[in-house]
């Protein structure tokens, strides 16, 4: 019966995806995706879906919302300035969908297929009485938490996220936790907080073969930020000219004031705006009008903080540059993952300057720690990166194709460096044995030639040398 109703949703799923994006030939990029929208469609338990950058999270509950047309999916999302953007990618999939802000919104559009809300919103009284309003019409299919893995990253300096335990459970309706990245150990956490008593987890591992990890760690020549932006400034000066049309490149700073910094200070060395600033501290308007030119390619660089590590969906990020070092290892995770969701190779490069960790202690050595250490480490990146995740990784030289870290980099050159060697001692050790065996064949042919002859006759040439031995020489 179960194996009925298995394969009954998936032949409903697949056929709500095609007729969704009108073509025939659609498939889901995973199994794991394909399940986690057969859980949200079921509605029967909460649901945590961990797929990797450019998996297709946002289908998990778009695919059902579209299917389930005369009911509403509540999208809570980590900052406001998403919202609109979500907002367009639901439309263009053909669904009915309004972001809310206030009240005065409630009455109008609320049998919206969609309905999308920034947590600084989702916290307001206003919006929970919502909640419980279209929960008694029957009108509440889920609520989605979209980049859940915030709830646990950032609960310190943001008060309202700290909130939305409360807010979510105010009605009884499925929940949908979606990210890309939340280490295996942090689940349990995550789920007390959300107060999940039943709950499905759906996880896939990628390797993410498309990125390059690096670290730079700069020279004692430089003593402060400003230096800093400098070593920044170089690495920008060599990747961009390769750039093509498409490419973006994002520098990730640990404060707002050192975005504005090193925004302004690109800018007057290229002299000319290819740099823009992104952060929370900016209004709604001023966010999404830099980042539109980023994307359109106005401005080719975004100097930003966290709060544009959600919700990117332009593919082309060729160079993420960490200005320091990252927050904490699911920050780096994020934002290193912007990069290369095209499937094209992309640089994902920690500029590490040790005088910022000292300028930078409002950061616990908990939160930091595990970065430092990565840092410093000189195993493989990638293989670090997926046991934090995922409790296993593998090395980049273990794949068959991909990209591979500085540190598997600098292996690889020192087996090559030292097989060269090894072959350099054993091309002489054949040199000398093969001198060995010329030599030895001489001297088996001499010993054959005096062979009961005159060795001192041989050895002064003399002819009569095949007519006596050596005792009847004369």
Not at 204 to 227: M, Q
Request: charged letters at 35%; glycine letters at 8%; aromatic letters at 6%.
């Amino acid at each position: 019966m179960k194996d009925a109703e298995s394969l009954d949703l998936s032949v409903i799923a697949l056929t709500a995806l095609r007729e969704m994006y009108a073509d025939i030939k659609a498939t889901f990029k995973s199994g794991e995706q394909m399940r986690a929208v057969k859980l949200a469609l079921r509605r029967k338990v909460d649901v945590l879906t961990i797929l990797p950058t450019g998996g297709g999270k946002s289908l998990v509950f778009q695919l059902p919302a579209w299917v389930e047309k005369d009911l509403t999916t509540v999208v809570i999302v980590p900052f406001v300035a998403l919202a609109e953007e979500m907002k367009d990618r639901c439309i263009d999939m053909g669904l009915s969908c309004y972001v809310w802000r206030d009240s005065g919104t409630i009455l109008t559009r609320e049998s919206a297929q969609v309905v999308i809300v920034g947590v600084e919103h989702a916290v307001h009284p206003d919006f929970q009485q919502l909640l419980i309003q279209m929960e008694g019409a029957k009108k509440l299919a889920r609520i989605v938490l979209d980049e859940c893995h915030i709830v646990l990253t950032q609960r310190e300096f943001r008060p309202d996220v700290r909130r939305l335990g409360s807010v979510v459970r105010c009605v009884s309706v499925q929940l949908v936790l979606l990210t890309a990245t939340l280490p295996v150990k942090m689940m349990k956490r995550l789920r007390i907080m959300m107060g999940c008593e039943k709950w499905k987890r759906v996880r896939r591992i990628e390797d993410r073969a498309e990125l390059r990890y690096r670290v730079i760690k700069v020279s004692e020549d430089v003593k402060e930020k400003r230096d800093l932006d400098r070593e920044v400034g170089k690495l920008l000066r060599e990747k961009l000219p390769d750039f093509e049309e498409d490419d973006r490149a994002i520098v990730y700073c640990l404060q707002r004031e050192w975005a504005e910094e090193l925004a302004r200070y690109l800018n007057e060395k290229w002299g000319d705006e290819i740099c823009g600033v992104y952060h929370a501290n900016m209004d709604l308007m001023e966010r999404r009008e830099v980042y539109s030119k980023w994307k359109n390619g106005d401005i080719t660089v975004m100097a930003a903080t966290s709060a544009l590590g959600a919700g990117i969906d332009h593919g082309g990020v060729r160079l993420v540059i960490h200005h320091g070092y990252g927050r904490n290892m699911i920050d780096l995770c994020q934002e290193s993952g912007r990069g290369g969701r095209d499937g094209k190779a992309a640089d994902a490069v920690t500029i590490f300057w040790k005088g910022i960790v000292e300028e930078t202690n409002w950061i616990t050595e908990k939160e930091r720690g595990d970065v430092l250490r990565w840092i410093e480490s000189d195993e493989c990146r990638k293989e670090m990166l997926g046991r934090y995740l995922n409790g296993v990784g593998r090395d980049c030289l273990s794949g068959k194709v991909g990209e591979i870290c500085d540190n598997c980099e600098k292996r690889l050159k020192e087996g090559v460096r030292m097989r060269i060697e090894e072959g350099i001692r054993v091309r002489r050790g054949l040199e000398a044995e093969m001198m060995e065996v010329e030599h030895g064949t001489d001297l088996k042919e001499m010993v054959r030639e005096l062979r009961g002859r005159c060795m001192m006759c041989w050895m002064n040439k003399k002819e009569n040398i095949m007519e006596h031995e050596l005792s009847s020489c004369r």
